[in-house]
């Protein structure tokens, strides 16, 4: 085989690897953009708070995993607590969850494309 022969096919490999690099970087898959979404109410999530409670979707039930996964290493139970995530469908929410959130205090809320992320407690408890 011939030196240069060798150096084009080294430079075409590095040109590839750098292309498909730079467009999986592009990329975001959706737990990707529900870790944006969430990302402010980090505060709320730190570590040495009491347990949290998680309310959410009953038709995406993957999002307890994932709110588990991006809030670790705080506990996030299955059930409602004083301190609750709710995550719901930014349009076409479940009524259940409409009514649960006309009962809470609401400490933060953000939302994304497709999500509303919202922090509540009880109401009596300032």
């Not at 690099?21 to 009491?50: C, M, R, V, W």
């Not at 588990?68 to 301190?83: G, W």
Request: with cysteine.
């Amino acid at each position: 085989m011939k030196p240069y022969f060798v150096i084009i096919l080294l430079v075409l490999c590095v040109v590839v690897a750098t292309i498909l690099h730079a467009t999986k970087l592009q990329q975001t898959d959706e737990i990707s953009s529900f870790a944006k979404g969430i990302a402010p109410l980090q505060p709320y999530l730190h570590p040495n708070a009491t347990t949290i409670g998680f309310k959410g979707e009953p038709s995406k039930s993957e999002l307890l995993s994932w709110a588990r996964f991006i809030a670790a290493p705080s506990y996030i139970s299955p059930e409602p607590a004083d301190t609750t995530l709710v995550i719901q469908y930014r349009s076409n929410s479940d009524p259940d969850m409409l009514n649960y959130m006309t009962s809470k205090l609401i400490l933060k809320q953000v939302s994304d494309t497709q999500y509303t992320y919202s922090i509540v407690t009880r109401p009596n408890a300032k």
